[in-house]
C-alpha cells in the first residue's frame, strides 16, 4: 500500500463548481496535513495547513482532516478557471513530507 | 513571485559539463532543501540543511552536491549527469524542521541533460 494515494485525475468542472479533491494515507502517526497547489512550469504553493483533525477554512478553500479514516480532503467553493492547477496534498512533518501523485483539476469558463 | 528564488530557470548541460544550481531565501528560514520532480509525478526530497549543515541525504547519487554557504543560500553542484537527470529541481526552505513549519518551494530549474 503506498504511503499517499490521490487520484491523478483530469477533473474537469465548469465555473463555479464545488470541488473535493481527496486522499487517504496509510501512517497513522501523521499529524501535518498540507495541500500545495502547483501550476504548470511552477513550484509548489503552499495553500492549506493543518494539524490533527478537524476543518480550515481559508477564503474559497476549507480543508478538512479525518485521522480516524486517514482522509484528507480539500474543497473549493465557487471554483474559477483560474483554479486550473495540479493539487498535491502532503501528509507528514517538514522534513518527512509525503506527496501525493497530485489531482490535475481543469475549471472551465 | 514567491520568496525562494532560483537561478537559473532553464539549464542545458552536457554530460560532462559541471553546472550548479542555486537557490536564496530571506524569510529568515533555518531549513532548506533540494528537491527532484519529473513529469507528472509528486517532489522527491533529495537534501535537506538544517542550521546550515546537512541532516538528510536520500542517498542521492554523488553527482549531485549540496552545499549552503550561509542560512539564506542553498546551492547544488552537478557533475557528469545522466539524461535520466533532466528534471524540474525544486528549492524549499522552511522555518525549521520542526513541525510547524511548512516548506515554501521556489518555481525551480528546469534542468535538460543532453
Known amino acids: ?109 | 513571485d514567491t520568496e525562494v528564488t532560483q537561478t537559473p530557470k532553464h539549464l542545458v548541460m552536457g554530460m560532462t559539463n559541471k553546472k550548479s544550481l542555486k537557490c536564496e531565501q530571506h524569510m529568515g528560514h533555518r531549513a532548506m532543501y533540494w528537491y527532484k520532480q519529473k513529469a507528472k509525478k509528486p517532489p522527491e526530497l533529495m537534501f535537506v540543511y538544517s542550521y546550515e549543515k546537512l541532516s538528510i541525504n536520500e542517498s542521492v547519487p554523488s553527482r549531485f552536491s549540496p552545499e549552503c554557504p550561509n542560512s539564506s543560500l542553498l546551492n547544488l553542484h552537478l557533475h557528469a549527469l545522466q539524461p535520466e537527470d533532466s528534471a524540474l529541481y525544486l528549492c524549499a526552505s522552511s522555518g525549521g524542521t520542526g513541525r510547524n513549519s511548512p516548506l515554501h518551494f521556489g518555481n525551480g530549474t528546469r534542468l535538460t541533460v543532453t
Do not use: H
Open chain 1, 1 to 109: 500500500q503506498k504511503e499517499v494515494e490521490q487520484d491523478p485525475g483530469p477533473l474537469s468542472v465548469p465555473e463555479g463548481a464545488i470541488v473535493s479533491l481527496n486522499c487517504t494515507y496509510s501512517n497513522s502517526a501523521f499529524q501535518y496535513f498540507m495541500w500545495y497547489r502547483q501550476y504548470s512550469r511552477k513550484g509548489p504553493e503552499l495553500l492549506m495547513y493543518t494539524y490533527s483533525s478537524g476543518n480550515k477554512e481559508d477564503g474559497r478553500f476549507t480543508a478538512q482532516v479525518d485521522k480516524s479514516s486517514k482522509y484528507i480532503s480539500l474543497f473549493i467553493r465557487d471554483s474559477q478557471p483560474s483554479d486550473s492547477a495540479t493539487y498535491l496534498c502532503a501528509p507528514g512533518d517538514t522534513d518527512k513530507l509525503i506527496f501525493g501523485t497530485g489531482t490535475r483539476l481543469q475549471v472551465f469558463p
